[in-house]
């Protein structure tokens, strides 16, 4: 079995498995950008312009009403977050505002596994304790009752950020505001 590096064929996986995640943050998401307008300009940060964070950040508008980073910091190395956020720290609105997802510290690394039922298939997502420090490795597996049909096994770079991780990384022009469990705002700094 080869192991992938890619986003393509991990999608497919990764979408099923979102699910919960994205129930816990979608209030999150309407709350911090409720106030603006049909007009404003939010910003996901994450691969749809065909781009790479802070690379490409050239293809988004010059000016920012508000952005979210959901689950995708994680892949950034240290500079790469700061370029991102100093980029952003000179672009967001007066009144603006981000949302970013942290974890928790990392304590340690056990199997996890998850399971999806898609009628007669279930998919089974193992992500695996070993690996190297700012490396994951999940295995997908595609059964129809004991058949295995098809199976993955990626393998990529994250790195766990908390939410002091992430304010470590912010220009003096913003300011991080810790939201609920996993996920925080960030704001243009008082001046
Ligand atoms: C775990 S998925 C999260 C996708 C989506 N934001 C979500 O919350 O469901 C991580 C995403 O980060 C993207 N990604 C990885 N490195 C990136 C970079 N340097 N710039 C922008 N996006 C990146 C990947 O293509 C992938 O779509």
């Known amino acids: 079995m080869s192991t992938e590096t890619s986003y393509e064929r991990l999608a497919e996986f990764h979408d099923l498995f979102m699910t919960e995640p994205w129930e816990r943050l979608g209030p999150h998401v309407r709350a911090a950008f409720a106030q603006f307008g049909d007009g404003a300009v939010v910003v996901e940060v994450v691969e749809v312009v065909a781009g790479a964070a802070p690379a490409d950040l050239g293809l988004l508008p010059e000016r ?18 700061r370029g991102l956020f100093a980029w952003l720290g000179s672009r967001l609105c007066a009144g603006g505002a ?38 994951y490795t999940s295995l997908y597996e595609v059964r129809q009752g004991d058949r295995l049909v098809r199976s993955y096994r990626f393998t990529g770079d994250w790195r766990v950020l908390t939410a ?4 470590a990384d912010l220009p003096a022009t913003l300011a991080l505001e810790p939201a609920g469990d996993g996920v925080a705002l960030v704001r243009r700094a008082a001046a």
């Open 64 to 81: 920012v009403d508000g952005f979210v980073c959901a689950h995708v910091l994680g892949h950034l190395g240290r500079a790469d977050r």
């Open 164 to 167: 002091q991780d992430i304010a």
């Open 98 to 135: 981000g949302l970013v997802t942290t974890q928790r510290p990392e304590t340690g690394r056990a199997e996890v596994v998850e399971t999806r039922r898609l009628g007669d298939y279930e998919y089974r997502a193992h992500h695996l304790a070993a690996g190297a420090r700012h490396e």
